[in-house]
């Protein structure tokens, strides 16, 4: 689905099907799973909106013209794909005002299935996951084989690269282009599209080495380990046999680095690899840096939960399962099958 080496995704098996995705938003659906429910009190208004055809920052500049705000006053905690049918959370705050009436400028795909006061604005990462249906059609290849992979990922998971959502269209050759001093990001969204598609890359680049050297799900010296389900990380200084029994019953995790300035945290051979692959995109390295990012961490492996599927209509392959913030439903598609996008 991308020419772009830095997008590529490669996992240790054989991708045993072929399918096209997205050939109609009804076969990509979304639903935000929140973190917190609005408290009925506050000057925010929280409203849980159906989507087709928009993205969440379209949807934002909406409800901020409607609500006569400014748009930093609306909040929202994840973006969501404009190619489907998505439902989320947003947050207009209204200090001593009414709500709008909503239905003025209708926006046409956007359904508002509910309001509600809060106290607090929504922001950006506060979700619990989303929880996802996705079609496949036209699939072709070796069913059993796959069938067998999905329940190997159900029990042991898969690369945790970053999808394609990360990347936009186009957002990592502008992150270059700015950096390279070509171009301007217009606005705070647009530099924070721009970085994160930077460190996506050289994130993914690293995840790709570890997948080559088949390290990508056990610790190594060196590794800082996330704890699952959570944002921990701690230092391996070496790999015991309780680390390694942790590790593979998925309650650890080995991480890589989201670029930034100053040291990424690894130590030993792990460090070496994730400096030798930032040296390899130093553009995008000197970048972040010079943006003054901190540097973070993000797991190497993903474990879908309530991951389960069904074939209909004869070569349609339908999977639902929900995921974690900053996880992507296409990465686990794309270990499956090689993907085309709508009807072609």
Known sequence: MNADPAMELLFPWTIPLRARI?????DFVVDEIAATEPDGAGEHVWLHIRKTGHNSEAVAEWLARVAGVARANVGYA????????????????LPGREEPDWSRGRMEGVEILGSRRHSRKL?????????????????????AAAEALLEQLRARGLPDYFGEQRFGHGNLERARAWFAGRLRPRGRNQRSLY???AR?????????????????????????????????????????????????????????????RGVPGSAGPVLELEQAVAEGLS????????????????PLRLRPSRLDWHWEDGD?????????????????????AELSEGGG
């Not at 997205?22 to 009804?26: A, D, N, Q, R, S």
């Not at 994840?78 to 705050?93: E, I, L, M, N, P």
């Not at 990462?125 to 059609?137: I, K, Q």
């Open 22 to 26: 997205k050939v109609l938003p009804e």
């Open 78 to 93: 994840g973006r969501k794909d404009r190619h489907a049918v998505t439902s989320q959370w947003f947050s207009v705050q």
């Open 123 to 143: 922001k950006t990462g506060h979700l619990a996951g989303n929880r996802f249906r996705l079609r496949l059609r036209g699939v072709a290849g070796d069913r």
């Open 195 to 197: 970085l994160s598609a």
């Open 200 to 260: 996506a890359a050289i994130f993914n680049a690293v995840l790709r080495r570890r997948v080559q050297d088949g390290t990508w799900d056990r610790l190594l010296p060196g590794d800082l380990a996330n704890l699952d389900g959570s944002g921990s990380v701690f230092a391996v200084a070496t790999v015991d046999a309780t680390l390694r029994e942790r590790c593979e019953r998925l309650d650890l995790h080995p991480t890589g680095p989201l670029w930034g």
């Open 283 to 298: 553009a995008l390295a000197q970048g972040l840096e010079r943006e003054g990012l901190a540097p973070a961490r993000r």
């Open 316 to 336: 349609d392959l339908v999977l639902e399962m929900e995921l974690g913030p900053g996880e992507y439903a296409t990465g686990v598609v794309g270990a499956i």
